[in-house]
Nanobody
């Protein structure tokens, strides 16, 4: 069993920055992927970024590439999402998720992940 707790959301002006944190407790494995997703009302959960616990490989959605950076601190079992140059369209509830890497379905698919945090709201004003 893995528990995930997100923090760091809030209100920011367009062009600003925020850093989200996701603290994991319980069992984590090097084969686990950690990802951030986001969701707005009436829309499906959207993949944002992914990193592996056991490596440095990262992967981003095209919509955030060059603006967001995912990183991890294994000693703290925490994953971060540094968000810069924020846009109003980045407004969403952001969720972290983790699970054993499987392809298919692949890291962009929510069904690959077994554990989810409660979400943290990010609001970007224009």
């Amino acid at each position: 069993q893995v528990q995930l707790v997100e923090s760091g959301g809030g209100l920011v002006q367009a062009g600003g920055s925020l850093r989200l944190s996701c603290a994991a407790s319980g069992r984590t494995f090097s084969s686990y992927a950690m990802a951030w997703f986001r969701q707005t009302p009436g829309k499906e959960r959207e993949f944002v970024a992914r990193i592996m616990w056991g490596g440095r490989n990262t992967y981003y959605a095209d919509s955030v590439k060059g603006r967001f950076t995912i990183s991890r601190d294994n000693a703290k079992t925490t994953v971060y999402l540094q968000m810069s140059s924020l846009k109003p369209e980045d407004t969403a509830v952001y969720y972290c998720a983790t699970g054993d890497y499987r392809d298919p379905p692949g890291p962009r698919e929510p069904r690959m992940y077994d554990y989810w945090g409660q979400g943290t709201q990010v609001t970007v004003s224009s």
